[in-house]
């Protein structure tokens, strides 16, 4: 009985010798690209259309290569954001708040605008929205990473 039962698991481990490497490097060889986080300028940015651009600004997140602008639409005030550069922070949340400078803290009138994407995004502020400042909250660090202050 023992003797059947090691010649079995003998030929079950040589079977496994083989397939076990041609199935890992099949995965590999299938397996889709790495995605690049930039997309093509001639991607057209996501979000309600800036129909009366009043403002760009170029440097106002810091580290974070950012370009900002700020519009108007529909009566509303747009912001448009645009990675340059790979945003190597996970999971970036866009707030507005009412406050100018913003600290460490999210504000208790922080106003959701939606996810920093990996292109050029528009975000519609609130009917309220006069000023203020936009926020980079990061989930993953449960903090501020960057705010800047809108342009009136």
């Not at 397939?19 to 690209?33: K, Y």
């Not at 093509?40 to 940015?45: N, R, S």
């Not at 000023?131 to 980079?136: D, M, N, R, T």
């Amino acid at each position: 009985m023992i003797r059947p039962l090691r010649r079995r698991h003998a030929r079950a481990m040589a079977g496994l010798a083989v397939v076990l490497p041609l199935g890992f490097a099949a995965a590999l060889v299938a397996r889709e690209p790495e995605r690049t986080t930039l997309l093509p300028e001639a991607v057209a940015p996501a979000g309600p259309a800036i129909e009366a651009p009043m403002h760009a600004v170029d440097d106002a997140w810091g580290e974070l290569d950012l370009g900002m602008r700020v519009g108007r639409t529909a009566g509303r005030v747009v912001v448009e954001l645009a990675p340059r550069r790979e945003v190597r922070r996970p999971d970036l949340l866009v707030y507005w708040t009412a406050a100018e400078s913003v600290g460490d803290a999210l504000p208790g009138d922080a106003y959701l605008l939606g996810s920093l994407g990996e292109r050029a995004r528009r975000y519609a502020l609130p009917a309220r929205a006069d000023g203020g400042s936009l926020v980079l909250y990061g989930m993953a660090h449960h903090g501020v990473v960057a705010s800047a202050p809108l342009p009136r």
